[in-house]
């Protein structure tokens, strides 16, 4: 029988995993991670408010593999070779291949030490809370910034929504007075992916909240009080920062074709050019789309899907039909309220702030873990 192996257990493995077995595909699947467990990075935004744990975001696996009968291979990926995924602990042979693994932030800034980047997991992002619980006042700093030789590969959402989830934080504890908050970017209009108006509406509320910006600035590094930039120097007493993205550490060794930013390259239907039966989805690859593809949970799942069915159809020897949809839907969560941003090739939608949107998000956590608990 055909042997599947998706590396990852991510969103899209996951929702990889699901459709396959949706689609009535029998063939054994192996899939490959450090950890059998889902870890659930959308909610580290309320980590440092203690409305969430590590046990919290973590979700184990076991159930979820064997209700969809799949062989868990623990281990890190550090190559390919001739249709074979090499690790650390043993290889394994394919026939077909969904790479999920995710990318990787770029860590080439001098002084990067110094800062605290949330989405590399619940370690950094309880470091920081903790610090911010001990400052009696100072100034916080919150940016992000972009891959060079590929801007699209950057992931500036949770970013804000740590800043504004801050503040409202700070007041709710009677101490945002002892504070400043300043957002930077090297960006002169940051987030214009989400659209023209959700710029001009983040950057509207930044000034009625009182953060101050500092954008438009090449990037020079950080150091234990500052963020240095080629527009002077920014005064920071605790910086969280995103740094942009490029593919995981084992691409190199892959022998697939690379985009220019470090990505695996994928057509539309998320196939790698001129390599039968390999896919690649979410972070970890490079996809036709506007400039505005966004790199979130929501359209790994999306490609992951599309994926899973034209791999099935490559099987019983059909041509793929199945093109990922290229959608953004992103709530910027304030702690209390939040903002709901859509986008796709037709349209882009800004809803004001409410309160519904914080508990929607909410009940998306719960909705989204439920199949995997």
């Known amino acids: 029988m055909p042997q599947i192996v998706i590396i990852g257990s991510g969103f899209g493995g996951l929702t990889a995993v ?28 309320w980590v440092p408010a203690g409305l969430r744990s590590e046990e919290d975001l973590t979700v184990p696996l076991d159930k979820f593999f064997k209700r969809h009968n799949v062989k ?15 690790t650390d602990n043993g290889t394994l042979a394919f026939d077909s291949l969904i790479i999920a693994s995710g990318g ?48 699209v590969a950057m992931r500036g959402g949770p970013i804000f929504e740590f800043l504004f989830g801050i503040d409202t934080l700070l007041r709710k504890q009677k101490r945002r007075d002892k504070f400043e908050l ?6 002169a ?9 959700a710029v001009k509406a983040l950057l509207g509320e930044m000034e009625k909240y009182n953060i101050r910006t500092h954008l438009g600035h090449k990037m020079k590094g950080f150091s234990a009080d500052a963020v240095h930039t080629e527009g002077g120097d920014i005064a920071s007493d605790l910086t969280l920062f995103m740094p942009g993205m490029t593919g995981p550490a084992w691409a190199a060794n892959s022998g697939l074709p690379l985009s220019e930013g470090g990505f695996f390259q994928a057509d539309a239907y998320c196939r790698v050019p001129g390599f039968k039966g390999i896919y690649a989805v ?23 899907e599309a994926a ?4 099935l159809a490559e099987q019983q020897g059909q041509e793929a039909q199945h093109q990922f949809k290229t959608e953004l839907i992103c709530i910027i969560d304030t702690l209390d309220k939040g903002v709901l941003i859509y986008r796709n090739s037709k349209r882009a939608m800004l809803m004001p702030k409410l309160r519904f949107f914080n508990w929607a998000k909410r009940l998306f956590e719960w909705l989204y873990l439920r199949p995997y608990r």
């Open 18 to 45: 699901r459709t396959l077995r949706k689609q009535g595909c029998r063939d054994p699947i192996t899939l490959i991670s450090p950890r059998p467990v889902l870890f659930y990075y959308a909610s580290l935004i």
């Open 72 to 86: 868990y291979h623990q281990g890190t990926v550090t190559g390919l070779n001739d249709r074979q995924v090499q």
């Open 104 to 151: 990787r932030f770029i860590k080439k800034l001098p002084g990067i030490e110094h800062i605290y980047t949330p989405c590399e997991g619940y370690a950094p992002t309880k470091a920081y809370s903790d610090r911010l619980a001990a400052l009696e006042g100072g100034t916080l700093a919150f940016g992000f910034a972009s891959n060079p030789k590929e801007p």
């Open 182 to 187: 300043v957002f930077f970017s090297p960006a």
């Open 189 to 197: 209009e940051p987030g214009k992916r989400l659209g023209g108006k």
């Open 282 to 304: 979410g972070d970890g690859g490079s996809h036709p789309g506007p400039q505005w593809l966004p790199k979130q949970a929501h359209m790994a799942d999306l490609q992951a």
């Open 308 to 311: 899973a069915k034209n791999l």
